[in-house]
Structures are given as structure tokens and as C-alpha cells.
């Protein structure tokens, strides 16, 4: 009788996860089917428009579709260089080590920060910084906004990296020291190819962090409604047009917010659904 | 290539590594620096105890060059109501949801299980506000601290799920069958014995999933909305810590009050981040 | 007795963990050229540590010292740098671990690629074929050269491994129980391979099998709770062993 009410308890909370996830895309497709049948599915992502005037309303996802992707690449190359150097600290240098638990500590803490906060620091101490700088001339914009992305993406490419790294068995390493490699050819030639596939999994799976963001990029990018012209232009990403004009939105401009929901939605998707089987492929082999 | 210019490439890396990766520490005491700082100041009884005062109101003090009156006790009391509801339905759900992924890591059922929690994990947060706003604030014809809870909630619930599972995968398999051994159902083991053993992990999982939901603010945008004063009820808007730093952000007159609200959140945040670690350190030993 | 000068000499070699225990305590031994010298002993006697030391191996792990003097040709090694000594001294170890991502002619010449050495096209193809050859592969792998070395018999990938080892034309080979994760038929290749290698490098093998021992050695070592107990003539430490515990250890009372 125990064992029975155990069994339906556990399978009725695992259909909850399901349940959300099929809802969640129900929902936003029902939502934003309006703003499809208006201007066409093509239409809407290669669309420049975002014109919510009475009588000329016109919507359009693409200044988004690119500010997001624009914001993301950014954020992801300027991360490389400290979440690599932190991973190659953390699982190999000095494995195991106080100093290295220390660093993961601060890592861990780096990923603990709420990004409202995140958004203050880059709008109050970045900006000025790069305003004075000469390198944006007006502060916000997207640099600023993937700046501030890649410090908060770092402690998730790290850590997963580091993982993979750590991985790589001592029995090669200690083949090729034995065939007379130093410790950066022996990182270079055997850790590296061995763990690639993971390290590159990581850096997808921040890659679809950096997309999720909302706040921090709202505060920073400057949210105009236009495609960026340059990396110190602003503009707004799918995240932060949703944030700044949901709250006033109904009708087609409503369902034309939801229909970039669900653009963003997918692209998560794909880039998680991606990113995990490449994870899974590299702790495998 | 000759021994001593290896060794010296074998050494700039090693340093050039350790740079990079002290530099990642910079962003972080940059920031908790920045917000203890100008926030340490501004905390007090009052701040703790007060509502948020008007922007009239905030406007005058300033004006006449008095500190701003009021604080964020109206944020402290929906936050500690939004994410206590939200725990209190997502910590058992999740659990089961955990446990149920972890029985049955090898059916078709669970991998889709699991594969649909790492979706629902990776989905940005601002479109679970969406989503929330569609299933909780249309039907019930306005914002409620219910619908912010639902959104948080729905991001609790991944993170206790997978945290749960992986700290029941780890658990020796010798745990489970000698209790099966014993005679008892799979229902006593799972609640008699492992959930206990792996009580550590899940502990740790649920204050990190709670440490996360409360520095959120996209979600709650078009979910709880924010109020300006102390509310106890749960069916009507109602304002959270985060979202006040958004408030404040966006209002010039009650800019003043930013970084006591920060402090505030970035301190408990942080404090649950690091106890959270400690408890599981402390328990696996 | 004419007197040779001695390839590899241990002088009052200590190798130590921690403070208080040593694995290794001071072993003193000369190793002549082109022979093969086999060190045998109880599991956690200190031979594997002994001939890891001769790699300088355990400079990878800090918490390891190494004291007294290990000369190879008359000069310290201990005080040479590591990437040098290792370059003349091969190591074989006792799990065949070709690197998964090399094909097997860049696993021979893993040696040259990870220290940056560039050789031509046709003298790397002339060492490839080589080095196979003297580990008797060439023939199993010429067609499949540029394939991953990870679908290999147990036997052949240790083959590769050894090849990889000689490719960097070392003066001192070392093998620790390099036949122990391999199948019998496999061990037999691998022990007339290296009758036939002592012509080329001088052999230091570590093993837990008196037989190997026996059938392979010129010379032997025996070592008993880190202190070389008993070392010369193979047949002579079998058949007439000075020591009270080689003998122990022959008739099979201790290990």
C-alpha cells in the first residue's frame, strides 16, 4: 500500500516538469500566433520595424535577433581569457591545492551575484570607466553590456571546464612528461586535444547563459530600437526589449513580445540541447 | 627548439595563467567593494523596518538635504513571502522529482525527464515571467505576490531536481540494496535511508536554489509588480528587494537608497551562498 | 675482471613521501651498458618509486624528494633538468597509453612533437618505420598509420608505446611491469622483443614475475622494504642467493 502511493507520488511530480515544459512553449506559441499571422514568420525576424503608433503599428525581431547574438559572441570571447587561465589553474596547475579551492571559491561567489547588482556595478563604475576611456563615447551600449556578461559567464565556463580538464588521467600526462615534455607542451599537445571537446561543450553551455540574461543587459545596452552599428552603439537584445516594454504592452504589441519570447526560447533550447549532448559525448569518451 | 627556451615559454605560461586567473578576483571585490562601501552607510533600523517612501516624499528630503526617508522593509516582507511560498511547494516536488530521476535513471521516461529539467533549467528567467503572466496574471486580472511566487517556483524547481539526483547517483548502491535486503519497500529505503544519507546535498541544493530565486528580479517584472508599501496579503502586487534596486534604478529621486538595498541582498545572497557550501562540507565529513 | 664503465649508477639514492618514511633507502648500484636488469620485490618494496626516480618522475609531484646521486653517463641527473633527462631516458609504464588523439605514426613520434622538434617529412617517415620495425609492428600497422592507435590489441598499443620511447633514441629504457596488464601470448612478444632491443638501449624492467625475470635479465635486483637487499648475475642470485630474504622471497614465502 506504502510502496503504491510512493510509486503514483513519485510519477505524478515527475509529470510536473513535462507538464511545464509543454505548457511553456503551448503557451507562447498561442501567444504570439497573432504577431505571426500578422506579419508573416519571416517577415516578423527580418524585420527592422518597431513602430507601436496607433494605425502604423509594425514590429519586427531583427534589431533584437541581433543585439542578443551580438551581446553573447562578445561576452564569450572576452571570457575566454580568464575563465581559461582559472580552468587550467584550477584543474591542472594547482589541482587540489588550497589556493585553487580558494579561486573556485570566488568563481562560485562571481556566480552567486545577483545580476541587478551586476547591471549597478556596470552602470555606475564600467560605464563612467569607459566614458572616460574614450572607448564608448556614451557609456551604454552593447561592449558595455557584454563586458559586464563575460565576468558573469566566466565562473560557468570555468568550472565546467576544469571539470574536463581535471579529467584528462594522470597515466597520459605522466607519458608524455616521460618522453621529455614540459608542462606547457604537455597542456598544449595532450590536454588540451584529450579535453577539447569538453572545454568547448562549457563554452556553449555559457554561450546559452549569456542569451538568458535579462537585467544586467537591460541596464547597460542603452535600449534603442535598432540594429547596433558597432559594438559601442547601443540597442536592446530579445531579453531586454521584453523587460523594458511588456508592462505597457497589449495587443499586437503584446503577441509581438511573446513571439520574440519564443524566438529567445528556442534559441536557448537549441544551445542547451547542444551544449549537454556535447557534454555527455566528452564525459563518455 | 633548445631546452632553455622551452623552459622559459613553460614559465610565462605558468605565470601568465596565474595572472589571468588573480585577475578574475578583481570583478568580484570590485563589486561587493563598490556595494559595502556606499551601502554599509545607509543601512539602519529604519531601512530595515520602513516602506519605500514616495518619490514626492524622496524628492522634498533631498531637496532639502535630508537623507531619504523610509527603506525597503516592503521588499524584505514580499521577498521572504514570495520565496518562502515558492520553497515551500518546490522543495518537496522537487525532491520527488529528484528521487524519481534517480530510481529510474534508466528508463525512457526519466532521460526525458532529465533531458526536459536541463530545458526548463536553461530557459531564461524573464520568459518564465512571460509565461507566469500568462497562466496566473491574465486569469486572475491583476499581479499578485501568488503569480510571483509561481514564477519563482518554476526556477527553483530544476535546480532542486538536479541537485537531488546527483547527490542520490552518488550514493553507494550497497546503501539501497542492503536495505532491500532488510525486507523493506523501495518506499522506506528511499525516505528511511537515502534521502537521509544524502541529506548534505540536498540541503546545499535547496539553500543555492533559494540563494538564486532571491536575487531574481526579471521574473517578478510582470509577475508581482512591486507596491510601495508593507503587504501581507498574496493576492495583490507586492514588491520584492531586488525589485526595489530596479525601482530605485529607474526613479532619480530614490537613487539615494540603491546601495543600502544592495548591500542588503548582496549580503544575504552571498551568506547563504558560502553557508550552503560549508553545511555540505561539514556534513560529508 | 675488466672493468666497464657503468651507463646508470645509483649512489646512496633515498626516495621519500613524507618526513618519516622512506621508499626508497639508499640504494647504491652501477648498470652496465646493453644489458637487461630486472628489479624484482614484494609489491610496495620500492622498486616502481626507484625507477621512476631515474625519469625524474617524481619532480611532478612536489611533496616526493629524491637525495644522494643517480648518474647517467657520470653526470647527476638530479641536478640536470627534468626535460632533458627524460629526453635520454625512456619510460614504459605498466598500462599501454597511447595518446588517444595522435594517429600511430604521430604517436611514435610524440616525442618530437610535444618538445618542438621539426624534422622533414622523409626523415620522420624513415624513424616511423624504424622504430615500428624494432618493435616488430611495422607490418601489422604500415597501412593504417594515420589512424588513431586506440583500436589496438593490449599488446600492441604497449608495442606502440615502447616504440614511442625508442623514437627519441634514449640511452636507458625504463620498464615498469610493462607485460602485467597483457595476455600471455602478448607478454612472450614483448620479452623477445627486448632480447633483441638490449643491443640498441640498456633495459631497467621492473617486475613482479620471477620467470620474466629470469628469462630476460642479465642482471637483477632484489629489493625488500625499500633497501636493495641483493643485486647481480641473474642466474647466480636465483640459483645460489646470498641473502636470507632473496631467498625467502624466491621460494615464495614473502610477497
Redesign the interface.
Known amino acids: 500500500m506504502k510502496e503504491k502511493v510512493y510509486n503514483i507520488l513519485l510519477y505524478v511530480t515527475a509529470a510536473v516538469i513535462p507538464i511545464l515544459c509543454g505548457g511553456i512553449f503551448y503557451a507562447l506559441c498561442t501567444d504570439a500566433y497573432g504577431a505571426f499571422q500578422h506579419f508573416g514568420f519571416f517577415q516578423f525576424i527580418t524585420s527592422t520595424d518597431w513602430n507601436s503608433t496607433p494605425g502604423h503599428e509594425q514590429y519586427g525581431a531583427l534589431p533584437f535577433i541581433t543585439g542578443t547574438l551580438m551581446t553573447t559572441i562578445l561576452a564569450l570571447i572576452f571570457c575566454i581569457p580568464f575563465s581559461l587561465p582559472v580552468a587550467m589553474f584550477v584543474g591542472e596547475y594547482f589541482k587540489g591545492t588550497v589556493v585553487a579551492s580558494i579561486l573556485s571559491t570566488i568563481t562560485d561567489l562571481l556566480a552567486g551575484i545577483p545580476s541587478v547588482i551586476y547591471g549597478l556595478w556596470g552602470f555606475f563604475t564600467l560605464r563612467p570607466l569607459l566614458m572616460a576611456m574614450n572607448i564608448s563615447p556614451q557609456g551604454s551600449g552593447v561592449l558595455t553590456a557584454s563586458l559586464v556578461l563575460a565576468i558573469m559567464i566566466v565562473p560557468y565556463a570555468a568550472s565546467l571546464s576544469a571539470e574536463f580538464i581535471k579529467m584528462v588521467p594522470d597515466d597520459l600526462k605522466e607519458g608524455a612528461y616521460s618522453l621529455g615534455a614540459t608542462r606547457a607542451e604537455v597542456i598544449r599537445r595532450i590536454i588540451f586535444p584529450v579535453a577539447g571537446s569538453g572545454i568547448f561543450s562549457s563554452y556553449i553551455l555559457a554561450l546559452g547563459r549569456a542569451v538568458c540574461e535579462t537585467m544586467t543587459v537591460t541596464m547597460l545596452i542603452g535600449n534603442t530600437n535598432n540594429i547596433p552599428t558597432s559594438v559601442t552603439a547601443t540597442g536592446n537584445s530579445m531579453a531586454s526589449i521584453i523587460a523594458n516594454q511588456f508592462g505597457e504592452a497589449d495587443g499586437l504589441k503584446l503577441s509581438s513580445l511573446i513571439a520574440i519570447g519564443l524566438i529567445l526560447f528556442l534559441i536557448t533550447a537549441v544551445i542547451n540541447v547542444i551544449g549537454k549532448i556535447m557534454i555527455k559525448k566528452a564525459r563518455i569518451s | 627548439m633548445n631546452i632553455k627556451t622551452r623552459i622559459a615559454k613553460d614559465r610565462i605560461q605558468l605565470w601568465t595563467v596565474c595572472f589571468f586567473a588573480a585577475l578574475t578576483a578583481v570583478p568580484l571585490l570590485a563589486i561587493i567593494g563598490e556595494v559595502v562601501i556606499k551601502g554599509f552607510g545607509q543601512i539602519s533600523w529604519s531601512f530595515l523596518t520602513e516602506p519605500t517612501p514616495t518619490a514626492y516624499k524622496a524628492m522634498k528630503a533631498v531637496q532639502a538635504g535630508e537623507p531619504i526617508p523610509g527603506g525597503i522593509a516592503n521588499g524584505i516582507v514580499g521577498t521572504l513571502i514570495m520565496v518562502g511560498m515558492a520553497a515551500i511547494v518546490a522543495i518537496p516536488v522537487g525532491i520527488l522529482c529528484g528521487a524519481f530521476l534517480a530510481e529510474n535513471s534508466k528508463k525512457r521516461s526519466a532521460v526525458i525527464i532529465s533531458f526536459l529539467t536541463d530545458l526548463l533549467q536553461g530557459t531564461p528567467s524573464i520568459i518564465i515571467g512571460i509565461i507566469t503572466y500568462i497562466w496566473v496574471v491574465v486569469p486572475m486580472k491583476g499581479y499578485s505576490a501568488i503569480a510571483g511566487s509561481g514564477a519563482l517556483f518554476i526556477m527553483m524547481l530544476p535546480l532542486i531536481i538536479r541537485s537531488t539526483e546527483e547527490t542520490l547517483k552518488i550514493l553507494p548502491t550497497s546503501l539501497q540494496e542492503a536495505g532491500l535486503a532488510l525486507g523493506a519497500n523501495r518506499a522506506s529505503v528511499m525516505l528511511r535511508i537515502q534521502l537521509p544519507a544524502a541529506f548534505g546535498g540536498i540541503f546545499k541544493g535547496v539553500l543555492l536554489s533559494i540563494s538564486r530565486v532571491t536575487g531574481e528580479t526579471a521574473p517578478l517584472l510582470f509577475t508581482a509588480l512591486g507596491c510601495s508599501f508593507i503587504r501581507w496579503s498574496i493576492n495583490k502586487p507586492i514588491s520584492a528587494v531586488p525589485l526595489l534596486i530596479w525601482e530605485f534604478f529607474n526613479d532619480p529621486h530614490l537613487q539615494d537608497l540603491i546601495w543600502g538595498a544592495s548591500f542588503f541582498l548582496l549580503l544575504f545572497v552571498l551568506t547563504l551562498n558560502l553557508t550552503a557550501k560549508y553545511i555540505a562540507k561539514k556534513w560529508n565529513q | 675482471m675488466e672493468s666497464v664503465k657503468p651507463i646508470l649508477e645509483f649512489k646512496n639514492t633515498c626516495v621519500s613521501y613524507t618526513k618519516q618514511t622512506m621508499a626508497v633507502k639508499y640504494v647504491s648500484a652501477a648498470i652496465e651498458r646493453n644489458t637487461i636488469t630486472s628489479i624484482m620485490g614484494p609489491s610496495g618494496c620500492g622498486k616502481s618509486t626507484l625507477l621512476r626516480s631515474v ?1 625524474l ?1 617524481h619532480n ?1 609531484y612536489s611533496n616526493i624528494r629524491v637525495d644522494g646521486e643517480i648518474l647517467l653517463n657520470g653526470e647527476n641527473i638530479l641536478d640536470m ?7 635520454r631516458v ?2 614504459v ?1 605498466q ?1 599501454p ?1 597511447p ?4 594517429s600511430i605514426a604521430d604517436n611514435v613520434m ?2 618530437y ?5 621539426h624534422i622533414s617529412k622523409s626523415e620522420k617517415a624513415k624513424t616511423v618505420e624504424q622504430c615500428l620495425r624494432s618493435v616488430a609492428m611495422w607490418d601489422e600497422v604500415k597501412d593504417v598509420l594515420n589512424k588513431k592507435g586506440t583500436f589496438l590489441s593490449g599488446g600492441q598499443q604497449q608495442r606502440l ?1 615502447i616504440a ?2 625508442l623514437a ?1 633514441k634514449p640511452d636507458v629504457l625504463l620498464m615498469d611491469e610493462p607485460t602485467s596488464a597483457l595476455d600471455p601470448i602478448a607478454t612472450n612478444h614483448i620479452e623477445q622483443l627486448l632480447l633483441e632491443l638490449q643491443k640498441e638501449v640498456t633495459i631497467l624492467i621492473v617486475t613482479h614475475n620471477m620467470g620474466q625475470a629470469e628469462r630476460i635479465s642479465s642482471h637483477a635486483m632484489f629489493m625488500y622494504l625499500g633497501e636493495l637487499v641483493e643485486y647481480g648475475d641473474t642466474k647466480k642470485l636465483f640459483s645460489q642467493p646470498a641473502d636470507e630474504r632473496t631467498k625467502a622471497y624466491l621460494k615464495g614465502k614473502i610477497g
Open positions: 625519469n618522475m611532478l633538468e627534468p626535460i632533458d633527462v627524460r629526453r625512456g619510460m609504464f598500462r597509453v595518446f588517444p588523439t595522435m610524440a616525442g612533437l610535444l618538445n618542438n622538434i608505446c614511442r620511447a627519441m
